[in-house]
């Protein structure tokens, strides 16, 4: 289903954009009908089937243990259920692992934006000490062994050489292709189902919209501005996280995180950078007391003075956001 004009483009410019077809015939609803993809890594099904291998394959880790896949799992809409990442050996990292649906349309990634596209974020993990812990050299050697992988990537790339650019390049492919929308929320605003929404979920979007003020910052079709605000979120708790800051140095930065999704966010939980909020519920209570007060607080994050009914009416509409996972 194709609906045009009603959004206003997520879509970062500074990428060349090109229309992620025909690989993606369609695109569930609600979601912009303009794929950005980059130029040098054309979406075929032969890298996304690439990616799809590598996202999986243990054997990105040093000890041969996690994949991609350990932390980011399909049926908890890719993340894990724990506050904090555990990656090799059990170390644990200092953040939550956030969803990858929709990320194709992001323009930074990681909570402090600190790669500029799927593509660069990819490497991360992989030669992360507290993630997947291995090397470029080591990756490359184990796949390059592989007639299997020698195989895929003569596919994708034609040619057998594997290299660290096109392991990345492939496993961006396949993450483009994680997609959600199509939910009630979708079916209510753009096809005009009114029974697609509850009373309660319907209440709950004119108080995002409205008193609540959410899409001031949770805007558009992904419910994110993709920018970074201080919502004081375990401000000053160690170890200390100053989010945006630890990228740029710059002091206005300080504590800010980028805005996450919030489709799926049902499923997405705990919540928050440090995942220290439990529930949708937490969530709601901590935006009606006003976030975390700190100096650099933004200041469209203030007391909402909620009644229980209303809490309860935006949750509804919060679990709304679940989609069609295509
Ligand atoms: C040990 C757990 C773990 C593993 C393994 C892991 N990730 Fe992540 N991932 C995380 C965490 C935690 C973050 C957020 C980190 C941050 O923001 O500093 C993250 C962030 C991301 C993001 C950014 C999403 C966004 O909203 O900005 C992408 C994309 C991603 N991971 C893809 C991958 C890929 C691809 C792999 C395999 C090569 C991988 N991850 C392996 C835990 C993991
Ligand atoms: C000033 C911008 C801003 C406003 C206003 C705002 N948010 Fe957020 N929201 C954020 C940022 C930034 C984060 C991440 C903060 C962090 O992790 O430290 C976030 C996190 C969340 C999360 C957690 C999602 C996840 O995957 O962890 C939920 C749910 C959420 N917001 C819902 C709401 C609701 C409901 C409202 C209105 C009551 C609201 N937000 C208002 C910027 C905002």
Not at 15 to 21: E, K, M, T
Not at 97 to 107: E, I, K, M, Q, S
Not at 122 to 150: C, D, F, H, K
Not at 304 to 325: C, H, I, M, R, Y
């Amino acid at each position: 289903m194709m609906i045009s004009g009603v959004w206003i483009a997520a879509c970062s410019s500074r990428l060349p954009v090109q229309l992620a077809r025909p690989y993606l015939s369609t695109l569930p609803l609600g979601l912009d009908v303009f794929m950005p993809v980059p130029k040098n890594n054309p979406l075929t099904a032969e890298s996304v089937e690439l990616g799809r291998r590598l996202f999986f394959e243990k054997r990105l880790s040093r000890d041969g243990t996690l994949a991609c896949a350990s932390c980011h799992l399909r049926e908890r809409s890719f993340t894990d259920g724990r506050p904090v990442a555990v990656g090799i050996g059990g170390k644990r990292g200092h953040r939550n692992v956030p969803t990858l649906l929709n990320r194709a349309y992001g323009r930074s990634m990681f909570w402090d934006g600190r790669a500029a596209s799927l593509e660069e974020q990819a490497l991360q993990p992989m030669v992360n000490p507290r993630e997947l812990g291995n090397t470029r050299e080591e990756i490359v050697r184990r796949l390059q062994a592989s007639e299997t992988y020698r195989r895929l990537f003569r596919r994708a790339f034609r040619t057998e050489q594997v290299t660290i650019e096109r392991v990345t390049r492939a496993i961006a492919s396949f993450e483009r292709t994680l997609l959600s929308a199509n939910s009630p929320f979708d079916r209510y605003e753009l096809l005009h189902d009114k029974n697609a929404l509850s009373e309660s979920a319907r209440r709950g979007l004119d108080l995002f919209r409205g008193k609540a003020n959410c899409s001031v910052c949770h805007s558009g079709p992904l419910f994110s501005d993709e920018r970074f605000h201080n919502t004081g979120v375990s401000w000053g708790r160690q170890p200390l996280d100053l989010g945006r800051y630890e990228v740029t140095k710059l002091e206005g930065d300080k504590g800010k995180f980028k805005t996450p999704t919030l489709r799926e966010v049902e499923k997405t939980a705990p919540y928050m950078h440090d995942g220290s909020l439990k529930t949708l519920q937490e969530v709601v209570e901590s935006y009606n007391r006003g976030g975390g007060p700190n100096s650099y607080l933004d200041s469209r994050v203030r007391p909402l003075n909620l009644t229980p009914q209303e809490k309860s009416d935006l949750v509804a509409f919060l679990k709304s956001l679940s989609g069609s996972l295509k």
